[in-house]
């Protein structure tokens, strides 16, 4: 009897150091989570006859340290939480590891080529459907302008001219001019020249150029000031201006004066913005703080495509392992609870940084020694035993 009781104890440290072994091993690997090896007695009726483990304990809970990649596209969860992930059969599983690319097909991926899941792209402030997240990896499509952001002081000191004086070849007959950038359905740029001349001491006249064309007097617009310098809400909308250009629609667009001024001192704009953009072609993506997929193109646009989910769980323990480093939901773990990063229980994103592994060194070569001093005492039962015996044999 005791020879069998040694026996299943040298077996169930065998499984305790097959356990200590994968945790140091693993003691590099981007989001491991450590586990337990749990004996448990075995009993014939209500004789003792054994020991066995009973139990694998994951330490799912305890977070690695943050390592810095730099990557635009690695992150790390702050807290409680998994990225999700679907493979091509259907099935779901859970990582804390935040390695993420995009592959040949455009759709954002995982370190095993599995497609992560996340939210559609924000339309009308309603987030988009849980789903594989697609980036356009290829060439977006001109925008034409429809207003053009522009805001700055208009000097209080300039003198006042007679706006019927004004000569757009001739600098002195206007305070100032600025050009601005507008774009056609095509994508062409088009160049707009505002000639802004101070006519009394609370208006400035503005004549639009269009294409380094003569102003037409029917474009005049009067920006008004109140006695603050501050332009008068209702004189914040230009007029319309159209240009036309071949194979293109009309371009028909105006200004936005709002945030103007009319103080003392130097004359600036501290804003000079067009809505429209050119073509443009894919040129990478990378993931915000807020878990947003932003793809950025060659017109230095950039549009965030989706955003990544983050799962928690009732009982995040009892999750099923099918890696190292990925689980699978089951009964005992409970449904997933999805969100976006930092809302309800997810945690926030680290970007650029993965989670490192939770394993402790130190405890599982103690550990380590341990189960070589049990493997040690479990061996001498047995050499005892088997001297027993043969000494019994000879007896006999």
Same mark, same amino acid.
């Given at each position: 009897?005791?020879?069998?009781?040694?026996?299943?104890?040298?077996?169930?440290?065998?499984?305790?150091?097959?356990?200590?072994?994968?945790?140091?091993?693993?003691?590099?690997?981007?989001?491991?989570?450590?586990?337990?090896?749990?004996? =448990? %007695?075995? @009993?014939?009726?209500?004789?003792?006859?054994? &020991?066995?483990?009973?139990?694998? /304990? #994951?330490?799912?809970?305890?977070?690695?340290?943050?390592?810095?990649?730099?990557?635009?596209?690695?992150?790390?969860?702050?807290?409680?939480?998994?990225?999700?992930?679907?493979?091509?059969?259907?099935?779901?599983?859970?990582?804390?590891?935040?390695?993420?690319?995009?592959?040949?097909?455009?759709?954002?991926?995982?370190?095993?080529?599995?497609?992560?899941?996340?939210?559609?792209?924000?339309?009308?402030?309603?987030?988009?459907?849980?789903?594989d997240i697609e980036?356009?990896?290829?060439?977006?499509?001109?925008?034409?302008?429809?207003?053009?952001?522009?805001?700055?002081?208009?000097?209080?000191?300039?003198?006042?001219?007679?706006?019927?004086?004004?000569?757009?070849?001739? =600098? %002195?007959? @206007?305070?100032?001019?600025?050009?601005?950038? &507008?774009?056609?359905?095509?994508? /062409? #740029?088009?160049?707009?020249?505002?000639?802004?001349?101070?006519?009394?001491?609370?208006?400035?006249?503005?004549?639009?150029?269009?294409?380094?064309?003569?102003?037409?007097?029917?474009?005049?617009?009067?920006?008004?000031?109140?006695?603050?310098?501050?332009?008068?809400?209702?004189?914040?909308?230009?007029?319309?201006?159209?240009?036309?250009?071949?194979?293109?629609?009309?371009?028909?667009?105006?200004?936005?004066?709002?945030?103007?001024?009319?103080?003392?001192?130097?004359?600036?704009?501290?804003?000079?913005?067009?809505?429209?953009?050119?073509?443009?072609?894919?040129?990478?993506?990378?993931?915000?703080?807020?878990?947003?997929?932003?793809?950025?193109?060659?017109?230095?646009?950039?549009?965030?495509?989706?955003?990544?989910?983050?799962?928690?769980?009732?009982?995040?323990?009892?999750?099923?392992?099918?890696?190292?480093?990925?689980?699978?939901?089951?009964?005992?773990?409970?449904?997933?609870?999805?969100?976006?990063?930092?809302?309800?229980?997810?945690?926030?994103?680290?970007?650029?940084?993965?989670?490192?592994?939770?394993?402790?060194?130190?405890?599982?070569?103690?550990?380590l020694m341990t189960?070589?001093?049990?493997?040690?005492?479990?061996?001498?039962?047995?050499?005892?035993?088997?001297?027993?015996?043969?000494?019994?044999?000879?007896?006999l």
């Open positions: 009897m005791s020879f069998n009781i040694a026996l299943s104890g040298i077996q169930a440290i065998n499984e305790q150091l097959n356990t200590l072994s994968n945790n140091i091993a693993n003691a590099g690997t981007y989001g491991f989570k450590s586990s337990r090896a749990n004996f =448990s %007695s075995v @009993y014939a009726g209500d004789m003792a006859n054994g &020991v066995q483990v009973g139990s694998l /304990t #994951q330490d799912i809970n305890k977070n690695g340290s943050l390592q810095t990649t730099g990557r635009g596209l690695d992150a790390a969860i702050l807290g409680r939480g998994f990225f999700t992930s679907r493979d091509d059969q259907g099935v779901v599983s859970y990582s804390r590891v935040g390695i993420f690319n995009t592959n040949a097909d455009g759709y954002l991926v995982d370190a095993t080529g599995k497609r992560v899941q996340g939210y559609g792209p924000t339309v009308n402030g309603v987030m988009g459907a849980m789903g980036v356009p990896t290829g060439q977006i499509p001109a925008v034409a302008t429809t207003r053009v952001a522009y805001a700055g002081n208009m000097s209080n000191e300039w003198p006042t001219k007679d706006a019927a004086d004004f000569d757009f070849e001739d =600098s %002195s007959t @206007y305070s100032m001019v600025k050009q601005s950038v &507008v774009y056609d359905s095509l994508g /062409t #740029q088009h160049t707009v020249s505002q000639y802004f001349i101070k006519t009394d001491d609370q208006t400035v006249t503005v004549r639009y150029s269009l294409n380094g064309a003569a102003p037409a007097a029917a474009a005049a617009f009067d920006i008004d000031f109140d006695l603050n310098g501050r332009v008068v809400e209702t004189q914040t909308a230009g007029p319309n201006l159209t240009i036309t250009a071949p194979g293109a629609e009309d371009l028909v667009f105006n200004f936005d004066y709002a945030g103007t001024t009319k103080l003392g001192g130097a004359a600036t704009n501290t804003a000079n913005r067009p809505n429209g953009y050119a073509s443009g072609t894919f040129v990478g993506v990378e993931m915000a703080e807020n878990g947003s997929i932003v793809a950025k193109y060659s017109n230095e646009q950039q549009q965030v495509v989706g955003t990544v989910a983050i799962a928690t769980f009732p009982d995040e323990g009892s999750l099923a392992p099918v890696s190292d480093t990925s689980w699978v939901a089951n009964a005992n773990s409970g449904a997933p609870l999805y969100s976006t990063p930092g809302v309800g229980l997810a945690g926030k994103l680290s970007k650029g940084t993965l989670e490192g592994s939770n394993v402790d060194i130190t405890s599982e070569l103690v550990g189960s070589q001093r049990n493997y040690q005492a479990n061996s001498k039962v047995i050499t005892a035993e088997n001297q027993m015996m043969q000494s019994l044999m000879q007896a």
